[in-house]
């Protein structure tokens, strides 16, 4: 058995025992790079103590683990190639299956493409007939705040802290508030690469939204607002298709 982290923490005592134990089926965050998918899946966590499955996770947990499936994906990703869809996924399937997931959970980087979306929903349909669709929630960012989201993003490489030059500076340029460390930014938040990144997203995961659209799934939210406006527009779409 694989186990990634983002486990699922137990709801607050505040909330009502219906809410810990109903099925909140699964749910699916789109949006582009930079747009707070990471960020919001957490919140969902908190709020419906259901896990959050990145597929990055689910793959390095394989790998680490050294199970056939790993095994399989360490081989493909060793010649310089991209790991197929079909592997892919397997690996979704098998985490999935896992007792954490009964619930519900939240699908973070998958599906990327309308091919995985559909081979998701045929897996949903076998799984259980009781299983609520999937809610779709698309976060929707103007382009030049993503750039400045992941342009401006620094971080400190001793304690992790992250930072934005544009939304939330440190007190001194460049330097971490916590202990002092010069702040790094990643090499792919370069403008070049995000542009990249961005065309990419728009050519591959774009039509997935069309795809939820056209099944009534899709529930599109605004993530240019403050973290706390977006997760409750998120929570109050959830909480109305699953009423």
């Given at each position: 058995?694989?186990?990634?982290?983002?486990?699922?923490?137990t709801?607050?005592?505040?909330q009502s025992?219906?809410?810990?134990n109903?099925n909140?089926?699964?749910?699916?965050?789109?949006?582009?790079?930079?747009?707070g998918?990471g960020?919001?899946?957490?919140?969902?966590v908190a709020?419906?103590?259901?896990?959050?499955?990145?597929?990055g996770?689910?793959?390095?947990?394989?790998?680490?683990?050294?199970?056939?499936?790993g095994?399989?994906?360490a081989?493909?990703?060793?010649?310089?190639?991209?790991v197929?869809?079909?592997?892919?996924?397997?690996?979704?399937?098998a985490?999935?299956?896992?007792p954490?997931?009964?619930?519900?959970f939240?699908?973070?980087?998958?599906?990327?493409t309308?091919?995985?979306?559909?081979?998701?929903?045929?897996?949903l349909a076998?799984?259980?007939a009781?299983?609520?669709a999937?809610?779709?929630?698309?976060l929707?960012v103007?382009?030049?705040?993503?750039?400045r989201r992941?342009?401006?993003?620094r971080?400190?490489p001793?304690?992790?802290r992250?930072?934005?030059?544009y939304?939330?500076?440190?007190r001194?340029?460049?330097v971490?508030?916590?202990d002092g460390?010069?702040?790094v930014?990643?090499q792919?938040?370069?403008?070049?690469v995000?542009?990249e990144?961005l065309k990419?997203?728009?050519?591959q995961?774009?039509?997935?939204?069309d795809?939820?659209?056209r099944?009534?799934?899709l529930?599109?939210?605004?993530?240019?607002a403050?973290v706390e406006?977006?997760?409750a527009?998120?929570?109050?779409a959830i909480e109305?298709?699953?009423?």
């Open positions: 058995m694989v186990v990634v982290n983002h486990v699922a923490r709801p607050s005592s505040a025992a219906q809410t810990e109903r909140i089926g699964p749910i699916i965050l789109l949006g582009p790079p930079g747009a998918k960020t919001q899946a957490k919140a969902i709020r419906f103590g259901i896990p959050q499955i990145s597929t996770d689910i793959l390095r947990a394989n790998r680490a683990q050294g199970t056939e499936l095994k399989r994906a081989a493909i990703m060793d010649r310089g190639e991209l197929p869809d079909e592997l892919v996924c397997d690996m979704v399937a985490r999935l299956a896992q954490d997931c009964a619930r519900g939240i699908l973070d980087g998958f599906p990327r309308v091919k995985q979306a559909e081979w998701l929903d045929g897996l076998k799984s259980a009781s299983a609520p999937p809610v779709v929630i698309s929707k103007d382009y030049n705040d993503v750039l992941l342009a401006g993003r971080s400190c001793a304690c992790g992250i930072y934005n030059v939304f939330q500076p440190p001194v340029p460049d971490c508030d916590v460390s010069k702040l930014a990643r792919d938040d370069s403008e070049a995000i542009s990144r990419a997203y728009e050519k995961t774009l039509p997935l939204a795809y939820y659209r099944r009534g799934r529930r599109e939210v605004s993530g240019d403050s406006q977006v997760t527009e998120i929570l109050k109305h298709d699953r009423l």
